[in-house]
Structure formats: C-alpha cells, structure tokens
C-alpha cells in the first residue's frame, strides 16, 4: 500500500451503526489565529531575552549609525543624543541579559560555575565609560578612542582573572556533633588551593540564598467546634470539617549561617581555616545544599561567586538553659522523687519512729534517748535513682504554639539537668523510648503536633518515678499513675 506525504487524514470509524466515517484534513488558520495560538503556547524566557538582547543591540549600531551622520552633517545636539542612546543601549543589554544569558548556557560545567553581581564601583566605572565614549564620537580623538578601548579591556581583565582565583578551590565545612539553641557554637570552614604555581586573593566563603518553596491550596481536615476557643471538653458540639488552606507542599529547612568567612590571601599549595560564631534562635534541622566562593578580584567591578556542592546538615537541639518554668518544678519534682525513692543506701534521708517490720540494726540509740521513744535511721537508695521523662506529644491545635514550644524546652531542660545528677533516667516519647540522652534531644528538635495517640494509655507503672508532660485533661489521667508521677500540664497553670 502505497504511503502518502503531505496532509495526514485521520479515518475515524464507530462502527455500523454509528454515524459516517469522517475524513479529518489540515486545518487552515488566519494569522491573528496562529498568533494567539503563539502566545497561549507562551515563548521561553531565554529565547525572549535573547530577542530583545538582538532588538537592542540592532538599535544601538543604527544609533552609532545616525550619530556618525549627524556629526558629519555638523548637528552636534542631534549627534550627543544619538551617541549617548547608542552607548546607553549597548551598557544595558550588557549588564542585564548578556549575564542571564552565560548563566543559561547549555555546558552543566559553565552553567553551574558562576554567579555575576555588578557592584556600586563597576556601574560608575561603566557611567565613565559611557561619558568618555560619547566624548570620543563627539571629539573623533584618537586619544580618548584609546582611553576607552583600554577601559573596556580593563573589564575584560577583571573578569578572567577572578575566575582563575576561584578556579581548583576546594571547600570543607565542619560543623559540631552536639547543638544547642541559644548557645553559641563554631564553625570551622577550610580551603585548600591545590595549584602548584597560582595563588589566590580576597576570597570569602557565603551562604547562597534558597529559592522560595511553592505553595499550593489544598482542602485539609479540621474539626467544627461550639463554641470556639474552648477545649475540646468543654465544647458542645465538635464534628469532622475541611477548610481550604494555601500550605506549602515541602518546608524547605533555613541555611546554616547567612555571614561569610574572609580570606585575604591563600597560596598555592596551602590549606587554611577560618572559625565562624553561629548562634541558633530556635530548634530545628538547619541544612545547606551549597555554598558560594566569591571574589571583587582585581577590580571590584563584578562579585563573581563559585557555587560548591557541599550538603550539610545540623540539628539544633532545644535550649537547655533554665528559665522560670523550670526553676518552678525542679524543687517539686526534686522533693517528690527523693520521698519516691527513699530506701536503704548510704545517705541519710530522714530520722523516723521505729515500725515493727524496721531491723534493729537501723536503730538510732541517740535520738531515742534524747525523745524517750524508738528511732530509726532512713537512707536514700541511690543506686535506685530511676527517673523516666514521659513527652506525651499533643495533638494538633490543642495547645498555642508558645505553650508548646515551652513544654519542649522544659522537657529538654529536665532531661539536661537529671542526666548530670548519678540518675537512671529513660525517656518515653510516642515515637522513640530509650535512654540515650542525645537522640531524645533530636527527637524534640524536630518534633510537632501530630495526631497520635497519647502515649500514656500504655505507660505501664514501674520502680521510675515519671516526669510526664502531658495535655490531657487532669480527669483523664489513670489513677495508677498519680502516686509515681509528677504532671506538667502543657498550657495550663501549674
């Protein structure tokens, strides 16, 4: 069968009982058609700004073109108008879309490698450009033909010699195992140049910003409650609803450090270090996906930066310095868990009355003599000191995010402070139980409302005096509980 070029036909067919076969042949469009149609399909915006980078530059030769004629024709307002539109068109197809553009090309090696910044001394050093040019088509002087020749090369210079500073660098940032918010930390940053003869100059090591993350609207699940502002028990009426939120698909997590580290001079051959301060606000996984190397060398006429693929990840623990809250219960919970754990040890607790089941050997014969009636010596069981910290996690909307982020302190700070007094001390959280003290503190740097069930119901009575943290109601508590256990009640007064 014999294959036809030119117009496709396509042979639609439903069947007997259908309607006829049709025949589908090109479809003719007018020119206002065809152009809609090109520009619902939308231009690229590199070929856009390459378009108006020719448009531009066409713009600026036919200037220099009309200019040269006018001068010749002796019209010198209309030649320093002509010249100056020339030069102005020229300087900023230069400075806007000729960067964009070299950003854009298809070599990864090249597009990857640099970003360009015109700085304050390069637009003026391009005014003066500008002005000595138009004085040169003005004038026709060879002197100041040369004068900006020499200037414009001079550009040409500052750019291939920054990149030769930044080239072959390489780059390590070393960061502490142990964060904390609030407390502050150093940073090691080294850079090696591993050149046999080119030295490097006026380097600086800089936090390159994140782009913003999308977001996007979506229905989510939330709860219709009368009347509002109550807790949920005392709420009349609580049903199942959605709402219609702009959230945010994937939270992009902060960068390490926004400042820089400054190296003034760095030989071929050599490594060095520079120690950065960071200060974490708040808890929380702080990454960082690259860095810049950046450099205003010779000139200072473009910041020319070197983007490095360097992942690295901290987790910032919460702040475990004491506050208000914290110097409220330690003395309760100090009090309670020594009369929890009252015993038989080394150290002194208490001087009581004598019990029929007390030993004798215990018996204090001073004291007994002194008030007439049997005493007996009680010791503190120190090998016994078993604490357990409960983090009973809220769920969603419970509690103010202030009253939360309190309660994170506060266990962190609880479980920092018994950690360093010779205690046997757990941790039970919905989703880590142990004893690692570390891993507990990444467990509350990352930790939000979730809805999940309150750990509590399966916290099974042990020999641990528990510390729980708790939203639930007092009234909802198991009673086995109340006689080991101190409640903190997240976002309600003690």
């Known amino acids: ?193 591993p050149r046999k003869w080119l030295p490097s100059f006026s380097l600086n090591v800089v936090s390159l910003e994140k782009a913003n993350p999308a977001r996007h609207w979506r229905w989510l699940p939330t709860t219709f409650a009368v009347p509002a502002g109550r807790p949920p028990e005392k709420q009349w009426i609580r049903l199942p609803d959605r709402q219609l939120r702009r959230v945010i698909e994937k939270q992009v997590a902060p960068n390490i450090f926004n400042g820089s580290a400054y190296f003034p001079y760095l030989p071929a051959r050599v490594s060095l270090m520079s120690e950065l301060e960071l200060k974490f606000q708040r808890r929380g996984r702080y990454q960082q996906e690259s860095f810049g190397l950046a450099t205003r060398f010779p000139f200072a006429f473009l910041t020319k930066t070197r983007r490095v693929p360097l992942v690295r990840e901290v987790i910032v623990y919460p702040s475990v310095e004491p506050t208000d809250q914290f110097f409220e219960v330690l003395p309760l919970i100090t009090g309670e868990f020594a009369s929890f754990e009252r015993g038989r040890g080394n150290d002194l607790y208490r001087i009581r009355e004598y019990m029929p089941d007390d030993s004798a050997r215990y018996v204090d014969w001073k004291a007994s003599a002194k008030s007439g009636s049997l005493k007996v010596r009680e010791f503190s069981r120190e090998d016994e000191r078993k604490l357990r910290i409960v983090f009973d996690n809220p769920i969603v909307d419970v509690v103010s995010e202030q009253a939360y982020e309190s309660a994170v302190a506060l266990a962190a700070s609880l479980a920092w402070h018994f950690t360093g007094e010779n205690t046997d001390i757990s941790f039970v959280t919905q989703e880590y139980r142990g004893a690692d003290i570390y891993r507990f503190l990444a467990y509350l740097a990352v930790v939000e409302s979730q809805s999940l069930p309150s750990v509590i119901e399966d916290l099974e009575v042990s020999d641990d005096y528990n510390v729980i943290l708790t939203a639930r109601p007092r009234g909802t508590i198991p009673t086995a509980l109340w006689s080991c256990s101190y409640f903190v009640f997240i976002g309600s007064p003690q």
């Open 1 to 193: 069968m014999p294959r036809h070029s030119g117009a496709n036909l396509e042979v639609s067919e439903s069947g007997p009982s259908s309607h006829p076969m049709t025949l589908k042949g090109p479809v003719f469009l007018s020119k206002s058609q065809r152009l809609i149609r090109l520009l619902r399909r939308g231009v690229s915006e590199v070929w856009l700004r390459f378009l108006l980078a020719i448009a531009g530059l066409i713009l600026a030769f036919a200037a220099a073109l009309f200019s040269t004629v006018a001068r010749e024709s002796g019209n010198l307002w209309a030649t320093l108008i002509l010249a100056s539109a020339a030069l102005l068109l020229a300087t900023i197809v230069g400075l806007t879309t000729v960067p964009y553009l070299a950003r854009r090309i298809g070599t990864v090696r090249i597009r990857e490698a640099f970003d360009y910044d015109v700085t304050r001394v390069g637009i003026i050093y391009v005014v003066i450009v500008l002005l000595i040019g138009i004085a040169a088509l003005n004038t026709g002087n060879n002197l100041l033909y040369i004068v900006v020749a020499a200037m414009l090369a001079a550009i040409v210079v500052s750019g291939v010699a920054s990149a030769l500073v930044l080239r072959e660098l390489e780059l390590d940032v070393r960061l502490p195992e142990h964060v904390f918010a609030g407390r502050s930390m150093l940073a090691r940053i080294l850079l090696r140049n």
